[in-house]
């Protein structure tokens, strides 16, 4: 089900680079990744050091073996593979697989369709700092679930307020359209409030 109205990131594996894979990450996980990431498909030894890896416990492979398996790069999508590595480093504070996870279920691919866990996985996302790669996109993906009402209470002020945090300027003009001058200084007052609560950490 795809959304007319409002403007959705992009799950595409340049995306994701931007992004800390998580506690465990280094900067060599994100450099085998960049070069990874470059092959329209991948070969078997890819799969298997991504496996390697993954088995390992390191999140950022996780998620690149489970974005392979949605995407099909391995030469044909397994959404329940996808789901199965998505969930592993989505349980360990993976933002870009806590994004993908919420993307699941939000379409009901390799899992039932639910927008309240989708929400969920969106906002696990979305409170990491700073805005990038999944956390940006759980940001946008929660304010179109408020725009909606689906997982979540339909909330024009909530919607704006995850936008502005994602600096969604498309999705955050049409939400600001549906609202009062009030509502609009609520979600502002919302918005500097949360970033009070989660301040990027210096060197972080």
């Not at 699941?104 to 639910?114: A, D």
């Not at 725009?147 to 003009?173: C, H, I």
């Amino acid at each position: 089900m795809k959304r007319a109205i409002a403007v959705r990131f992009l799950i595409f594996p340049l995306l994701a680079l931007a992004t800390r894979a998580g506690p465990q990450a280094t900067h060599s996980t994100q450099a085998a990744s960049a070069s990874i990431a470059q092959n329209p498909k991948w070969t078997e030894a890819d799969r298997k050091a991504l496996l390697a890896k993954s088995e390992r416990g390191d999140t950022g492979s996780q998620f690149w073996l489970g974005a392979a398996y949605e995407q099909g790069w391995f030469g044909k999508t397994d959404f329940q593979e996808a789901v199965k590595w998505f969930r592993r480093a989505a349980a360990r504070g993976n933002a870009d697989a806590q994004n993908s996870l919420g993307q699941m279920y939000e379409y009901g691919e390799g899992v039932e369709q639910n927008y309240i866990l989708a929400a969920k996985w969106y906002r696990k996302a979305a409170d990491h700092v700073p805005n990038l790669g999944g956390a940006g996109q759980g940001r946008n993906n929660l304010g179109l679930l408020y725009m909606e009402g689906l997982g979540v209470p339909k909330n024009y002020v909530q919607a704006y307020m995850w936008f502005k945090l994602a600096s969604t300027e498309t999705n955050l003009a049409y939400a600001k359209s549906r609202m009062t001058p009030a509502q609009v200084l609520e979600a502002d007052r919302m918005a500097m409030e949360w970033k009070n609560h989660h301040p990027e950490r210096r060197g972080s």
